[in-house]
C-alpha cells in the first residue's frame, strides 16, 4: 500500500487548503483512513478520521468547525479541506490508513510521506 499525500502549502491566517491522499491497492469498508500533523519539536498528533464503508467521520477538537475529512471511493482517495487556517495549525500533515484503529497513531499501518502546511499570521 502506498499512500500519497499532496495539496500543502503556505497561505495566510484565515484562509483555505484542500489536501488530497491517493492509496494504491484497494481499500475496503472496514479501513479507516486518518490524517495526522506534526510539527517540529511536538508529538504527531491526530487530526481528523473517516471509516470508509460507513463514511463516518472525526475529528480533534482543535479542528472541529473549520476542518472536514471527505471520501472518494471511485478515486480512492481521501480529502481535509481546512478552513480558517491558524498559524496554530502550521505542521506537517499526513494521511494514514488503518485496519483496527481511528485515534491512535500506533493503530496505523501505512503512512503517507507528509505534505507541508504554513500559516502566516
Known amino acids: 500500500v502506498q499512500l500519497q499525500a499532496c495539496g500543502g502549502g503556505l497561505v495566510q491566517a484565515g484562509g483555505s487548503l484542500r489536501l488530497s491522499c491517493a492509496a494504491s491497492?484497494?481499500?475496503?469498508?472496514?479501513?479507516?483512513m486518518g490524517w495526522f500533523r506534526q510539527d517540529l519539536g511536538v508529538e504527531r498528533e491526530f487530526v481528523a478520521a473517516i471509516r470508509w464503508g460507513a463514511g463516518t467521520t472525526y475529528y480533534a477538537d482543535s479542528v472541529k468547525g473549520r476542518f472536514a475529512i471527505s471520501r472518494d471511493s471511485a478515486k480512492n482517495t481521501v480529502y481535509l479541506q481546512m478552513n480558517n487556517l491558524k498559524p496554530e495549525d502550521t505542521a506537517l500533515y499526513y494521511c494514514?490508513?488503518?485496519?483496527?484503529?481511528?485515534?491512535?497513531?500506533?493503530?496505523?499501518?501505512?503512512w503517507g510521506q507528509g505534505t507541508q502546511v504554513t500559516v502566516s499570521s
Open positions: 491497492g484497494r481499500t475496503f469498508s472496514s479501513h479507516v
Open positions: 494514514a490508513k488503518s485496519v483496527r484503529g481511528l485515534f491512535s497513531k500506533g493503530s496505523y499501518d501505512y
